[in-house]
């Protein structure tokens, strides 16, 4: 089973707009983290937000947030007030307990229309 | 800010030939991953190194290619010899193991064709 599952291989959005980006997650560890990040056309990888498992709150970065839900074994990434620059691929990641290696999602592409 | 620092930036080369990338994770990391990214396989892990110890490197195909830390402040990965289809972005990444909540931090990945 795959570990992160990342369902739209694209997404457009109108510039200004919110945006969700699914991602959801297998593990059977009560001990985890979820990451998101970010690639632009430039290539680079860009940390945006984490959320851990035993996070009662979501995780919020400026104009990042997180959506947890633990019971669902779901992690989407919120991005409010899309800007032109926000166009990129986005993958959810996941790393079971500290120390161990990551599992990431095949990515989303996200396209913000002016 | 520190960064992770990969060399070269890119590479062009001949199928058969040696190439070596190189990393320096930052100050302090103790965890170093390589990815290789390419359209049709997106992100895959080659190799993971805890303490300078290899940990996982299931994920690379071991008779052309070899990872390895020979310190702490430089890990490499070589591929001998190359073939086209090695043609990819092969990223490091490095992070610290002391709370789960690190995330990994990534170079800016050594885009390599083999022609």
């Known amino acids: 089973a795959q570990k992160i599952t990342q369902t739209q291989p694209g997404m457009f959005v109108q510039e200004k707009e919110a945006v969700t980006l699914d991602c959801t997650y297998d593990t059977s560890d009560q001990s985890y983290g979820l990451f998101w990040y970010k690639q632009p056309s430039s290539g680079e990888m860009i940390f945006l937000i984490y959320q851990g498992s035993y996070d009662e709150q979501n995780a919020t970065e400026g104009r990042y947030s997180l959506n947890f839900q633990k019971a669902r074994k779901s992690a989407n990434l919120v991005i409010s007030a899309s800007q032109l620059g926000d166009s990129a691929m986005y993958f959810c990641a996941m790393r079971e307990g500290p120390g161990n290696q990551f599992y990431f999602g095949t990515g989303t592409s996200l396209t913000v229309i002016p | 800010d520190a960064r992770v620092t990969q060399t070269p930036r890119h590479k062009v080369t001949e199928m058969g030939q040696e190439v070596t990338m190189r990393c320096q994770p930052i100050l302090g990391h103790n965890t170093v991953f390589w990815y290789r990214q390419t359209m049709m396989q997106g992100l895959e892990l080659l190799a993971y190194?805890?303490?300078?110890?290899?940990?996982?490197d299931s994920g690379m195909p071991k008779d052309r290619f070899s990872a390895e830390m020979p310190d702490a402040t430089l890990a490499t990965l070589k591929i001998q010899p190359s073939e086209p289809r090695d043609s990819a972005v092969y990223f490091c990444?490095?992070?610290?193991?002391?709370?789960?909540?690190?995330?990994?931090?990534f170079g800016d990945g050594t885009r390599l064709s083999i022609l």
């Open positions: 990444a490095s992070g610290r193991t002391e709370n789960s909540n690190q995330p990994q931090h």
């Open positions: 190194f805890r303490n300078r110890a290899p940990l996982d």
